[in-house]
T-cell receptor, first 110, second 116 residues
Framework: DAGITQSPRHKVTETGTPVTLRCHQT?????MYWYRQDPGHGLRLIHY???????DKGEVSDGYSVSRSKTEDFLLTLESATSSQTSVYFC?????????FGQGTRLTVV | KQEVTQIPAALSVPEGENLVLNCSFT??????LQWFRQDPGKGLTSLLL?????REQTSGRLNASLDKSSGRSTLYIAASQPGDSATYLC???????????????FGSGTQLTVLP
């Protein structure tokens, strides 16, 4: 399996609090992605990175920010969590052999 | 922009049947296409990656084909087994809001159930 880990795996947080999810890779891949997966919507891209400090928005980026200060780490921050951000979040990395996914983070905002 | 469609959304077959899952995409300027499997409550597992220079890729009972000109890919599963029950997704480079090949866009998946 590709070396990609997400943390935490589960989190419950309160509305209005900031939350940071971490994605760590050991593959030295250039591209890293954050997706959310919701019933009826499939996988939707939040933000992605194409290098250290190089990031761009996806189709559902409002309310989220990202940072990539090292090749191996890609952080997703919910600036002020809302109930609509309750979801399963997946990180992915992509290189010459394709894309590989982490196991996901189940986030519940109460 | 890239849009990916998978039909059917759900499929139920008896064990032992051969089956085909479909994936279509709108922007044919892709350099590869990848098929994934997702079990309930789990992450996505890569099954096959087809480069644009290839027409087929095989792994065990799975065979994926790619026809860029028509914007289609198929995933063929031979002699299906109950353990094949999962959601199958395809993904291509390109974005839904921009054509950037840096992005990766997914279809909504086909939920497969193989009945014993």
């Amino acid at each position: 399996d590709a070396g990609i880990t997400q943390s935490p795996r589960h989190k419950v947080t309160e509305t209005g609090t900031p939350v940071t999810l971490r994605c760590h890779q050991t593959e030295n891949h250039r591209y890293m992605y954050w997706y959310r997966q919701d019933p009826g919507h499939g996988l939707r891209l939040i933000h992605y990175s194409y290098g250290v400090k190089d990031t761009d928005k996806g189709e559902v980026s409002d309310g989220y920010s990202v940072s990539r200060s090292k090749t191996e780490d890609f952080l997703l921050t919910l600036e002020s969590a809302t109930s609509s951000q309750t979801s399963v979040y997946f990180c992915a990395i992509r290189g010459g052999s394709g894309a590989f996914f982490g196991q996901g983070t189940r986030l519940t905002v109460v | 922009k890239q849009e990916v469609t998978q039909i059917p959304a759900a499929l139920s077959v008896p064990e032992g049947e051969n089956l085909v899952l479909n994936c279509s995409f709108t922007d044919s300027a892709i350099y590869n296409l990848q098929w994934f499997r997702q079990d309930p409550g789990k992450g996505l597992t890569s099954l096959l990656l087809i480069q644009s220079s290839q027409r087929e890729q095989t792994s065990g009972r799975l065979n994926a084909s790619l026809d860029k000109s028509s914007g289609r890919s198929t995933l063929y599963i031979a002699a299906s087994q109950p353990g094949d029950s999962a959601t199958y997704l395809c993904a291509v480079p390109g974005g839904t809001t921009s054509g950037s090949a840096r992005q990766l866009t997914f279809g909504s998946g086909t939920q497969l159930t193989v009945l014993p």
